[in-house]
């Protein structure tokens, strides 16, 4: 049984563009909440997915938006990078409000 | 807004030495979370405590949750290199589905 996947692993943007993160949730989850992890911090709660609706949402800007998809897996999309989006972007998977198992993270780096 | 603060937020013992690490907050939680998390990798989920009070242990790690529910504590024993890595608390915001995560503490056992 696959854990939680994410892809790609590392990305390197410029500043202004457009980025995509994936996920693929643990099977038999369908609850998807996307994370965003500083150097040095804690992860923060970006937005959480659940039957194909945002079901709550962390203080993040609307450059930031998802989608959760009919078979569960979800995408994050981040519009006009800036320099301070740069950080490792967990995707967890749980099952309604039982334990969350996280992905290994999308390292994103914006020069 | 509910927060948990940790400390130390650095900590580099001996392999053999004992430690604690402590997780604060001005609100009353349902639940707290710890968590390890080593580079590269997402937070994986050491346990849950639930009732003020509790005391849950795994195997050298005690894990201690508050009488009013609003702090927690992490103790390991004979500390070993094996347990080098990021330990963050979390609790699951009253009301919601938003899981909101300390700084961590980072932990470097030397052998």
């Known amino acids: 049984d696959a854990g939680v996947t994410q892809s790609p692993t590392h990305l390197i943007k410029t500043r202004g563009q457009q980025v995509t993160l994936r996920c693929s949730p643990k099977?038999?989850?369908?609850?998807v909440s996307w994370y965003q992890q500083a150097l040095g911090q804690g992860p923060q709660f970006i937005f959480q997915y659940y039957e194909e609706e945002e079901r709550q949402r962390g203080n993040f800007p609307d450059r930031f938006s998802g989608h959760q998809f009919p078979n569960y897996s979800s995408e994050l999309n981040v519009n006009a990078l800036l320099l301070g989006d740069s950080a490792l972007y967990l995707c967890?998977?749980?099952?309604?409000?039982?334990?969350?198992?996280f992905g290994p993270g999308t390292r994103l780096t914006v020069t | 807004t509910q927060l948990l603060e940790q400390s130390p937020q650095f900590l580099s013992i001996q392999e053999g030495e004992n430690l604690t690490v402590y997780c604060n907050s001005s609100?009353?939680?349902?639940?707290l979370q710890w968590y390890r998390q080593e580079p590269g990798e997402g937070p994986v989920l050491l346990v849950t405590v639930v009732t003020g009070g509790e005391v849950k242990k795994l195997k050298r790690l005690t894990f201690q949750f508050g009488d009013a529910r609003k702090d927690s504590s992490l103790h390991i024993t004979a500390a070993q290199p094996g347990d080098t890595g990021l330990y963050l608390c979390?609790?699951?915001?009253?009301?919601?589905?938003?899981?909101?995560f300390g700084a961590g503490t980072r932990l470097f056992v030397k052998a």
């Open positions: 967890a998977s749980s099952r309604l409000k039982e334990k969350q198992y």
């Open positions: 979390a609790g699951e915001e009253t009301g919601g589905f938003k899981t909101i």
């Open positions: 609100s009353v939680f349902s639940s």
């Open positions: 099977s038999g989850h369908d609850t």
